[in-house]
């Protein structure tokens, strides 16, 4: 699908774009530079070069609108509206994490903000998305439920059984599959005999989309469609986001695995720089322009991140709170 | 060599003598396999090693169909958080065929599971779930804490006529013994191990918490206090026999692992114990095993959920304290 940048989305969403992208990719390159060089601890499922996926999503959903995300989900809470401090600090655990910090980096949740679940178990989303969807028909409300996994997930029972039930109900549930061409090690077409994810849709009576999963302005027209759909009643849809995991299943990954020249090629459609070239090209942002709003994402990453260091650590107390409503239920 | 490589040994000689030894797994073929398959896909053909999707259910159903017909597969759970989506499989097919159907079929997989507690990924990426499968009568549960007996238990488990569960544990993926290389080297399932003899205290443990049991016994011993370390190898078949006799000698228990301590598989141990020994006991069973919470992410949290040498060394004072001091203790 192309599209046309002066057509599709105003200046306005075009900006609000290239913040998010760059917002994500710069939270994304402090880490990696922290934990490489030592400075910080923790782990972490890298999201560098997928951030037009959760940019689009961003300008796409509304505050109330649901998100369900996984591990490999920092660029999808920074576009949903969870503040870095509470990401960073879960990851490094400090008391100003989503969790006072003791959740860790796969299970961020921020109702506020609409992300109801971080899962580090593959597959495990879309069947809480099917039930965040009926809880919104229930309430009488318009909301939307994102489901956001990878390619691999959708080989799981779990994501074919959620996916029959919100196609048989109706439900106001966008599956958005961020196909970055590997589960872990292993190449997704090893893993699959159909060639498009977004294929399967076929198979539960859904809408199934295939968009170029680095082209933020496509993704905003296809999940402007399928929102919409989900919104006002005609259910739910598949959208296949085709990307690239650049830095590997998890940081530190050697890629040792990857055939020669795959990453390169990766680079090359960087979705980052591969949209600022665009936007120059278009005319409404300059040079300088955009050189300002990736500036302000490199400020806003240090200074969230100075915020999480200068908070206290995780308190060895929160080991006995939240197991249970009431303490009283451990046993000793 | 490292139990890694005393694992892979064990695939890999499985995989040389019997044709019917085949293995499937996430991430188990070359180039992506790190752990115990490694190269073995390689050597063998992904015939034989076989990538799956991530289907858990379908890589232990389809495991136990292939074991029905004849073959011995061993099925891989990368991480055991993850074997509730095979739970159905493994709970209520593998466990039950031989019995519901009067033993005319029967499911002899192996599922190889890691327990990653200790590395700080959270509460869905460490648990020591043995004790659920402890519950289900058929299964047989499998936990070495060294690379000789890594090699050996996974050799018997393989071959076993029966489905058995083999619990692998990250931290211990580094530890380093010797290991016997002749193909035909094979540990019984149902003996435990005494890793180091003793006269005043039996810790009986498994798997990781082995190495804490060995700890402590090194500084006791120093302050003259004589401890048994008893590695059970094996939680069933549990080897009853070896666990009374030790204590018999010893007359004080400890139960350590990393499985929760409520309900966990030092409860059996220990009612066991106090039924068999009760006149015999000079103080009550000592149980030591995770806290009863979620794992936390950061670590300073996560080292307060495990037992650890110097609380393995706590609770053998409190079996060695007059009991007058005992009661003040727990109180
Ligand atoms: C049920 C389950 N099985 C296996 C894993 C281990 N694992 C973590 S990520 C992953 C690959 C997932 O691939 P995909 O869905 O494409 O997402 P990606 O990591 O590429 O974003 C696997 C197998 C897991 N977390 N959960
Ligand atoms: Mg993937």
């Not at chain 2, 858990?56 to 958080?81: Q, S």
């Not at chain 2, 466990?95 to 002899?108: D, V």
């Not at chain 2, 939680?235 to 004080?252: C, F, G, K, N």
Request: charged fraction near 20%; glycine fraction near 10%; include cysteine.
């Amino acid at each position: 699908m192309t599209t046309d940048l002066t057509v599709d989305v105003s200046p306005e969403v075009q900006r609000r774009l290239y913040e998010l992208m760059t917002l994500m990719k710069a939270a994304d390159d402090r880490l990696s530079k922290g934990i490489a060089s030592g400075e910080l601890v923790c782990v972490y499922w890298p999201s560098r070069g997928q951030e037009a996926i959760a940019a689009a999503a961003g300008v796409c959903l509304r505050e109330d609108d649901r998100l369900v995300t996984t591990y490999r989900g920092l660029h999808d809470l920074i576009g949903k509206g969870v503040p870095l401090v509470e990401i960073y600090g879960e990851m490094l655990g400090r008391q100003v994490g989503a969790a006072r910090g003791k959740g860790g980096t796969m299970h961020i949740a921020r109702p506020e903000s609409g992300v109801m679940l971080s899962t580090g178990i593959v597959g495990s989303g879309p069947p809480v998305a099917v039930g965040l969807a009926m809880a919104a028909r229930r309430l009488g409300l318009d909301r939307v439920t994102v489901a956001s996994f990878g390619d691999g997930a959708t080989n799981t029972g779990s994501f074919h059984e959620a996916a029959n039930m919100a196609a048989l109900w109706d439900l106001p549930v966008v599956l958005v599959c961020q196909n970055n061409q590997y589960g872990e090690m292993t190449p997704t077409e090893h893993t699959m005999k159909i060639a498009h994810v977004a294929d399967r849709a076929a198979g539960y009576g859904m809408p199934g989309v295939r968009v170029d999963g680095n082209d933020p302005i496509a993704l905003v027209v296809a999940l402007t469609d399928a929102v919409e759909r989900a919104r006002s009643g005609g259910g739910p849809t598949l959208l296949e986001c085709v990307t690239f995991r650049l830095r590997g299943h998890y940081f530190g990954d050697p890629m040792a695995y990857m055939p020669e020249g795959q990453l390169a090629a990766a680079s090359a459609a960087d979705p980052v720089p591969r949209f600022r070239a665009r936007l120059l090209e278009a005319g409404n942002f300059g040079e300088l322009d955009l050189d300002e709003i990736e500036r302000a994402s490199a400020a806003a990453v240090e200074e969230a991140l100075a915020t999480v260091l200068a908070a206290p650590a995780t308190a060895l107390d929160e080991l006995d709170r939240d197991v249970y409503a009431d303490p009283r239920n451990c046993p000793a | 060599m490292t139990m890694t490589q005393a694992l892979n040994l064990a695939l890999d000689q499985a995989l040389a003598h019997d044709e019917r030894v085949f293995l499937l797994g996430e991430d188990i073929a070359d180039p992506g396999a790190s752990g115990p398959t490694a190269k073995l896909s390689t050597k063998y053909g992904v015939d034989r090693v076989l990538d799956t999707p991530i289907s858990e259910a379908a890589i232990v159903g389809a495991a136990i169909g292939a074991a029905m017909e004849g073959f011995r597969p061993v099925a891989e759970i990368m991480i055991m958080d993850f074997i509730g989506i095979a739970a159905d499989q493994i709970v209520n097919h593998a466990a039950k065929l031989r019995f519901m159907t009067g033993g005319r079929t029967t499911a002899p997989i192996t599922v190889r599971v890691q327990v990653y507690g200790g590395l700080g990924t959270g509460a869905t990426h460490s648990q020591s779930l043995e004790a659920w499968f402890m519950h289900v009568p058929g299964l047989k549960v499998i936990v070495p804490s060294t690379p000789r007996d890594g090699k050996g238990l996974l050799t018997s488990a393989i071959f076993d006529d029966d489905p058995c569960i083999f619990v692998e544990t990250i931290r211990l993926r580094g530890q380093r013994g010797l290991v016997p290389t002749d193909p035909a080297f094979a540990i019984p399932l149902g003996q435990a191990d005494v890793k180091r003899p003793g006269t005043d205290v039996t810790l009986i443990s498994y798997g990781r918490a082995v190495l804490d049991a060995l700890g402590a016994a090194a500084t006791l011993e120093q302050e003259g206090i004589s401890a048994e370390v008893l590695d059970l190898r094996t939680l069933v078949p549990l080897d009853v026999e070896a666990i009374v006799e030790s204590v018999r000698r010893t007359r004080r228990a400890v139960v350590v692992h990393d499985a929760v301590r409520f309900a966990g598989p030092g409860a059996e141990i220990a009612s066991i114990l106090h039924s068999e020994l009760f006149g015999v006991l000079e103080a009550p069973v000592e149980r030591l095993g995770a806290r009863f919470v979620p794992n936390p992410g950061p670590s300073a949290l996560e080292s307060q959920v495990y037992p650890s040498a110097d609380r393995v060394i706590a609770a053998v004072q409190r079996t060695l304290a007059p009991a007058t001091v005992r009661a003040g203790a727990h109180g």
